[in-house]
C-alpha cells in the first residue's frame, strides 16, 4: 500500500482596482475662489460671486464619470442653493478641480456640502463621503 501526501495551496488575490464604494474618488481643500481662481478665504459679501471649488481625485485605475454637487445650507440647516455638473470624466488617478457659482443674497453663516457621485440625477450612487466647507457672509 503506498500513501501519498498531497500538498492543498490556498491562493487569494486582491485586484489593484478593488476599493470599497466610498473609495472610489476623494474630494481635497474645499475652498471660495473667485473667477479667476484665486482664494477668498472664509468670509464674503452679500451679492458677491463665489465659485464653491474643491480638487476631485479619481483613486482607480480605470476612468470614472462624475456628478459635483453642492448644496448650501443657512443656519437653520434650509438649503438656500442646489447645484452641479455632471458628465466630467476623469482618468485613472487624475486629479480635477472642478467647481460651482453661487451668489449670496443675505448675511450669515453657511455650510456648503460638497458631494461627488456617479449616475446623477438618475441612478445616483456616492463616490465618497460629502465634504463641507464653513462660509461666512456679511
Request: net charge neutral; aromatic share 10%; glycine share 6%.
Given at each position: 500500500m503506498v500513501l501519498a501526501v498531497l500538498p492543498i495551496l490556498a491562493i487569494s488575490f486582491v485586484p489593484a482596482f478593488a476599493l470599497i464604494e466610498l473609495e472610489r474618488v476623494s474630494i481635497i481643500d474645499p475652498k471660495l475662489v473667485n473667477v479667476f481662481g484665486v482664494?477668498?478665504?472664509?468670509?464674503?459679501?452679500?451679492?458677491?460671486?463665489v465659485q464653491i471649488s474643491s480638487d476631485v481625485i479619481n483613486n482607480q485605475e480605470?476612468?470614472?464619470?462624475?456628478?459635483?454637487?453642492?448644496?448650501?445650507?443657512?443656519?437653520?440647516?434650509?438649503?438656500?442653493?442646489?447645484?452641479?455638473?455632471?458628465?466630467?470624466?476623469?482618468?485613472?488617478?487624475?486629479?480635477?478641480?472642478?467647481?460651482?457659482?453661487?451668489?449670496?443674497?443675505?448675511s450669515g453663516k453657511f455650510t456648503a456640502e460638497i458631494f461627488?457621485?456617479?449616475?446623477?440625477?438618475?441612478?445616483?450612487?456616492a463616490l465618497t463621503e460629502y465634504t463641507t466647507?464653513?462660509?461666512?457672509?456679511?
Open positions: 482664494s477668498l478665504g472664509n468670509s464674503i459679501n452679500v451679492d458677491q460671486q480605470k476612468s470614472q464619470k462624475i456628478a459635483y454637487l453642492v448644496q448650501v445650507k443657512n443656519e437653520k440647516d434650509f438649503v438656500v442653493s442646489i447645484g452641479w455638473v455632471v458628465g466630467v470624466e476623469l482618468n485613472p488617478h487624475q486629479k480635477f478641480e472642478q467647481s460651482l457659482s453661487w451668489i449670496p443674497k443675505e461627488v457621485w456617479e449616475g446623477f440625477p438618475v441612478n445616483h450612487k466647507l464653513q462660509i461666512s457672509v456679511s
